[in-house]
């Protein structure tokens, strides 16, 4: 389980969530089979979007963050519900350059240039999207910026994902810092003090240290009050219900084509696949007739 610790300011000034998001990474790596720099790329997609589930305003929203670069890596998107849950999906999970000039993964390398979508589902209420170009392809400057540019919530964000020799994550995690109206100009000017503390989340949980480690640092010099931690996981909903409404989207006479040609290639079936947890549903002739009759 991934734990997300959130917190705010004494005064009001901001709200803090630190999270380790460790688990939720090496399931979506069981899953995808990631090479390491899609695992880097993916992982810290997935644990921003965790991290923002949780600020959706009730139980039942869902939110989709998702990066269309134009590098090797194609599409790259989560989705995540009001408790942190969260799942994701990587358009070329084999995604991997060699590393960067000083040692890291070259995530902006796989991503390229493009654009960071977030598409927010409240509900009743109509659909909230914000799209933004990339400003780095790194993911924690791209939710940055996306905060700043179409929500004005100045943000700090830090992610990392620490790939071990044996392609698992070794760890993984966040911290992101939000201002709130009418914030107070020395916490804001100790929160720009404290931000290149933060250069690198993944050591600081490899080292041991907790989500409540983190926060301190995070929040050197500023007073806090701790007010709950969640418990988060890479969860996905995909069911056989789902699969067949999505069969019957395509329509009658194109599910009947998709199994003759099938049957071309030796299958008297139809496999449809989730992309977040590459869990198969098989539907044979007798199925497809009774979805549509």
């Not at 610790?5 to 000034?13: F, K, N, V, Y």
């Not at 134009?70 to 995540?80: D, E, R, S, V």
């Not at 290639?265 to 497809?288: Q, V």
């Amino acid at each position: 389980m991934a734990k997300i610790l959130r917190a705010m300011t004494r005064d009001g000034s901001a709200r803090a969530y630190v999270i380790n998001s460790t688990d939720i990474v090496n399931k979506a790596i069981s899953y995808h089979k990631t090479a390491p720099t899609a695992t880097a790329l993916l992982g810290r997609l997935l644990t921003a979007s965790s991290v923002m589930g949780t600020m959706l305003p009730e139980d039942g929203c869902t939110l989709t963050v998702a990066i269309r670069g134009n590098g090797i890596a194609g599409t790259t998107l989560a989705t995540a519900d009001y408790w942190g849950n969260v799942k994701g999906y990587i358009q070329n999970p084999m995604a991997d350059l060699p590393l960067k000039p000083n040692g890291k993964l070259d995530v902006s390398g796989i991503v390229g240039g493009g654009i960071l979508s977030v598409s927010k589902d409240v509900g009743d209420e109509v659909p909230f999207n914000g799209n933004i170009e990339l400003v780095s392809g790194e993911v924690a400057e791209d939710i940055t910026s996306y905060y700043a540019t179409s929500e004005q919530t100045p943000t700090l964000c830090a992610l990392g994902v620490l790939v071990d020799t044996d392609y698992t994550c070794l760890s993984a995690g966040g911290v992101m810092i939000q201002l709130l109206p009418f914030a107070d100009e020395e916490v804001i000017s100790q929160l720009e003090k404290n931000a290149p503390l933060l250069n690198s989340v993944s050591r600081m949980f490899e080292k041991g240290m907790s989500n409540e480690d983190i926060l301190k640092v995070a929040l050197t010099g500023i007073e806090y009050d701790v007010f709950d931690e969640l418990d988060a996981d890479y969860l996905c909903n995909c069911s056989r219900e789902r699969t067949e409404k999505a069969l019957i989207s395509l329509g009658k006479s194109e599910a009947y084509k998709i199994l003759d040609e099938q049957r071309g290639e030796g299958l008297d079936y139809i496999e449809l696949s989730c992309h977040f947890c590459d869990k198969t549903y098989k539907f044979y002739k007798n199925d497809i007739d009774k979805l549509f009759n």
